[in-house]
């Protein structure tokens, strides 16, 4: 295992919040930004490439193991997790960056580069859940009532009831797939470890909280959107519609994977960002 040998760092931000994650490589800076139920060592597959051209951080995001952060709020948020990004780059006293977020990660990639553009070298971010983009269509609209109705609104209340399991196993099937491989085993209960994060999202007053089109249609430096031509529904929907609202960002839909594109299709994740990020930073 790539991760094995590195020293996990503590780092203690002004606002209270504890982050843990690793840092290696040198030249320009990039951070990694994990899903809702991953943590820093979800980019085991990215490291050996990305740290021999690039000084990468890894890191668990607020709630995310191996952190201990007990300060539920009912507006957590990705807006949120873009402050803490924040800190934790002047804690390293990182003037800029590039941001590479998967999932909710992405989604505080781009939140991040609306607020303070001038950090940010260049975005790449795999299907960021901005799920009001779903409802710019009455098909989206459609899809994400469903997804609603049939994860969501179930996760949630299992989450109320104490059955903290049950939910993670609902997500899991309706954000990767019924058949996905991450619902059972191994893999599974690593999720398991970050519990914590998918119940600070899923019990917040606004999870999905509404970055305007104009905003991310403004931002100046390179973004690279990716999605999986596996996906889930509700996915193509929110990307599809993101795309729209960014027509400078460069997007691709990547054969053979669904929503995590970094795992899934690794070898071509990596040569594509690399080569997007070589040509642009």
């Known amino acids: 295992m790539v991760f094995e040998s590195l020293a996990v760092q503590r780092w203690a931000l002004p606002n209270g919040i504890e982050l843990h994650g690793v840092r290696a490589g040198q030249g320009t800076p990039l951070i990694f930004i994990h899903g809702a139920m991953g943590d820093w060592r979800s980019w085991e597959a990215q490291w050996a490439l990305f740290t021999a051209h690039f000084d990468c951080i890894t890191y668990s995001r607020r709630f995310s193991f191996p952190n201990q952060n007990h300060q539920p709020s009912p507006h957590h948020s990705a807006l949120d997790e873009a ?9 390293l006293q990182l ?3 590039i941001l590479v977020g998967s999932s909710y990660g992405g989604f505080t990639a781009l939140a991040l580069a609306v607020k303070s553009p001038q950090r940010i070298h260049a975005v790449v971010a795999v299907e960021p859940p901005m799920m009001k983009y779903a409802y710019f269509t009455p098909e989206g609209r459609a899809v994400a009532e469903s997804f609603r109705k049939e994860t969501i609104e179930p996760a949630n209340a299992a989450f109320r009831a104490g059955d903290d399991v049950k939910a993670a196993q609902i997500m899991t099937g309706g954000i990767n797939g019924a058949t996905s491989q991450l619902a059972s085993g191994a893999a599974m209960d690593k999720r398991l470890q970050n519990l914590q994060a998918m119940k600070m999202i899923a019990l917040s007053s606004d999870e ?4 305007e089109p104009t905003q ?3 931002l100046p430096m390179p ?10 529904a509700v996915h193509k929907a929110i990307f ?16 053979g994977a669904g929503h995590g594109v970094s795992r899934e299709q690794a070898d071509f994740f990596n040569e594509t960002v690399k080569h997007f990020l070589t040509e642009n930073v």
Do not use: C, H
């Not at 402050?83 to 804690?91: G, N, P, S, T, W």
């Open 223 to 232: 973004v690279m959107l990716l999605s999986g031509l596996k996906t889930q």
């Open 240 to 255: 599809d519609n993101l795309v729209q609202a960014m027509p400078n960002a460069q997007a691709i839909r990547v054969a």
């Open 216 to 218: 991310l249609a403004a």
């Open 208 to 211: 999905f909280p509404l970055i």
């Open 95 to 97: 003037e800029r960056a």
């Open 83 to 91: 402050q803490d990004l924040a800190y934790l780059m002047d804690l």
